[in-house]
């Protein structure tokens, strides 16, 4: 049985960092592009960034670039997303996420295994 499992979540103000994390178990993580996936309320599930399996090419969000970093311990079956300068409109439920396609993908069609998501609130 595959299981994502987020954690790292919670409560910060504007300008501040947190650093998530996503646990995978049940599936050959080296054999899985990485994703994470943000939901605002009453927005449709967005992409934020993806890491290919071997980490060394990863894509972003335009509105993540510079402030967020993607990376995955293979070692360790777990991608992290290190958020920094953190904005009101990053408040979300953030979601990892485990593909197959061939490299990264902005796709959320294109992943098979979902988390169960964790919250982030950024307040001004």
């Known amino acids: 049985q595959v299981q994502l499992v987020e954690s790292g979540g919670g409560s910060v103000q504007a300008g501040g960092s947190l650093r998530l994390s996503c646990a995978a178990s049940?599936?050959?993580?080296?054999?899985?592009?990485m994703g994470w996936f943000r939901q605002a309320p009453g927005k449709e599930r967005d992409f934020v960034t993806s890491i290919t399996r071997s980490g060394r090419s990863t894509d972003y969000a335009d509105s993540v670039k510079g402030r967020f970093t993607i990376s995955r311990d293979n070692a360790k079956n777990t991608v992290y997303l290190q958020m920094n300068s953190l904005k009101p409109e990053d408040t979300a439920v953030y979601y990892c996420?485990?593909?197959?396609?061939?490299?990264?993908?902005?796709?959320?069609?294109?992943?098979?295994?979902w988390g169960q998501g964790t919250q982030v609130t950024v307040s001004s």
């Open positions: 996420a485990a593909g197959l396609s061939r490299g990264p993908t902005t796709y959320s069609n294109d992943y098979n295994y």
């Open positions: 049940g599936l050959t993580f080296g054999g899985y592009v």
